[in-house]
T-cell receptor, first 113, second 112 residues
């Protein structure tokens, strides 16, 4: 699976959009981009994933560049409860196989008043 | 409610003792996983299972063992051979393929 690079930490004011970048310059054509977050001392929570197209769900939006070498997770209106470590993961997906995920150290997002 | 249950939340053991961590899921997922997390680090894969009675080593399997006798259960045994067993252990399950993994709330193991 391709490696990812994320900034170690970011701050965001409550109510503003949080834009978390991820670089995955060695991504191959059959690798998806996944985002998870982990609130302190809890299990990671799935946020969103995508292959080529931008994706949006009730939690966030995922913007993938046309060359797929980087992506941005957008939390449109950050709240204090969004304070967490955010992990960007890329992995090959084969139907029926286990969803092995390789976690880096992620980005620690601090949302402030 | 559907989900993944890990128990206990905190576990203390003496050095040299084997200890088994429980993971149960009622999501009807075929695949299950065990991860280890050390302070300030990401998660590392210990073992995973794609189907009952089958499991594969992950990146750091040494000193650990697992079994998968039932679809719902995937217990992890931390043996005395694991040199640094104190860590936060997380269990997950998924449908496999592109589907996301769901994680339990973790067991924090402390070996003294």
């Amino acid at each position: 699976d391709a490696k990812t690079t994320q900034p170690p930490s970011m701050d965001c004011a409550e109510g503003r959009a949080a834009n978390l970048p991820c670089n995955h310059s060695t991504i191959s054509g059959n690798e998806y981009v996944y985002w998870y977050r982990q609130i302190h001392s809890q299990g990671p929570q799935y946020i969103i994933h995508g292959l080529k197209n931008n994706e949006t769900n009730e939690m966030a939006s995922l913007i993938i560049t046309e060359d797929r070498k980087s992506s941005t997770l957008i939390l449109p209106h950050a709240t204090l409860r969004d304070t967490a470590v955010y992990y960007c993961i890329v992995r090959v997906v084969n139907t029926g196989t286990a969803s092995k995920l390789t976690f880096g150290t992620g980005t620690r997002l601090q949302v402030t008043l | 409610d559907g989900g993944i249950t890990q128990s206990p939340k905190y576990l203390f053991r003496k050095e040299g003792q084997n200890v088994t961590l429980s993971c149960e899921q009622n999501l009807n997922h075929d695949a299950m996983y065990w991860y280890r997390q050390d302070p300030g680090q990401g998660l590392r894969l210990i073992y995973y299972s794609q189907i009952v009675n089958d499991f594969q080593k992950g990146d750091i399997a040494e000193g650990y063992s697992v079994s998968r006798e039932k679809k719902e259960s995937f217990p992890l045994t931390v043996t005395s051979a694991q040199k640094n067993p104190t860590a936060f252990y997380l269990c997950a399950s998924s449908l496999g393929g592109p589907f996301e993994a769901f994680f339990g709330q973790g067991t924090r193991l402390t070996v003294v």
